[in-house]
Every structure is written in C-alpha cells, then in structure tokens.
C-alpha cells in the first residue's frame, strides 16, 4: 500500500481558500485517493475521491496532475467549523472492500 | 438511513481486565473494518471482514485482541487482557461492495481508557 505524506498542521481564516497537499510516490495503478475529515470525538468522514484530473462536489475539489504522485484537496471559502483533521488516503478498492493506510493527517485551524 | 452503531461509547477498565466493543454496519454492508485511534495519530486497520471472513488481520495483536462476525452482520471486538497503551477510540466502519467510491462509513468509536 502506498504510504501518504501530508503537512503536520495548517492555520487558516474565515473565508478563505485552503489547499492541503498531499504526496504519495508510490502509488498504484489501481489506487484511488480519498480524503477523510474527522472531528474530534467522531468517526472519519468521508469528503472526496478521485483517480484522476480534478474532481469536484458540494464541499471540495480534488486535484490530481498527470503523475499521480501528489493530490491537492481544496476547501472553498472555509468557516471556523472546518477546523478538524484531514486524512488523505490512497488504495484500491475490489473484493474484499477498500485496503488503505490511515496516515497522521492533517489538523486545519480555521480562525475568526 | 441509520448509520454505524457502536457500543459503549465509553469504557474505563483496569490493566488485566476484559473489555468487549459491539458493532452494528450499516445494513447490507458487506465489509466491516475495527481500527485503533491513539490520541493524535491516525486510525490503524485492525481488522477487516468480508460477509463472515477476515480479509485482513495482519495488524490484530492476537495474544490479546479478538474479533468476531457472526452472520456477516454485527460484530464483537475483545480484549483480554487489557494493557495501559490499548487506552484509544476503537471506530468501527462498513462498506457496501460495488460501491463506486470504496467510501468507508464510520461509527462514532468506542474510547476506553486503560488504568
């Protein structure tokens, strides 16, 4: 499975943009990259996936280059209730459901 | 439609001591995941079932820990005994196969607190 890097921690404001950038070298033919939100005292939460180009729904927009090897997840406009962590995730999903790799994650701070 | 559920949403147990995590999925998930949350780390794959097997229990520290689907619906994850570093949110989450995202739906966790 491939293992993911992301940033430790990010600060942001109201309102603004933010992007979380994702690494993932390794990754697979057959891999797809998810992203999970998670609040705390909750489970995960699943936000977008994608193989690859853009991606987009009602909350985010997932950008994959050509390559694969990285990912950028970004948040539109965020609010002070989007501080959480983000997980990128990627693995492939058949049989046997999704095999994938929880990393550390990354903690947004949204301020007022 | 209702979610994952989980019981108890919190347990506090002395080392040495058994304690049992339940997990209803969503219905007609097929596959069912238990992870380990640490406080400030991500969540670790424990245990993964498909229907009534185990896909994948490689991380599963079996001398202590035991899991088990019966009919492919709920499950029971054990721990006996219990060990100060297995204090963390035990999150249970389903699957439904075919699904085009893969998307994994979790349970609020299970926090037990090992003295």
Known sequence: LAKTTQPISMDS???QEVNITCSHNNIATNDYITWYQQFP????????????????????????????KSSTLSLPRVSLSDT?????????????????IFGAGTRLFVKA | EAGVAQSPRYKIIEKRQSVAFWCN????????????????????????FQNNGVVDDSQLPKDRFSAERLKGVDSTLKI???????SAVYLC???QEGLATGELFFGEGSRLTVL
């Open chain 1, 13 to 15: 404001y109201e309102g």
């Open chain 2, 93 to 95: 989450a389903s699957s």
């Open chain 1, 41 to 68: 005292s909750q489970g995960p939460r699943f936000i977008i996936q994608g193989y690859k180009t853009k991606v987009t729904n009602e909350v985010a927009s997932l950008f994959i280059p050509a390559d694969r």
């Open chain 2, 80 to 86: 006996q005994p219990a060990k100060l570093e297995d």
């Open chain 1, 84 to 100: 959480a962590v983000y997980y990128c995730l990627v693995g492939d999903f058949n049989t046997g459901g999704f095999k994938t």
């Open chain 2, 25 to 48: 999925p969503i219905s007609g998930h097929a596959t069912l995941y238990w992870y380990q949350q640490i406080l400030g780390q991500g969540p670790k794959l424990l245990i993964q």
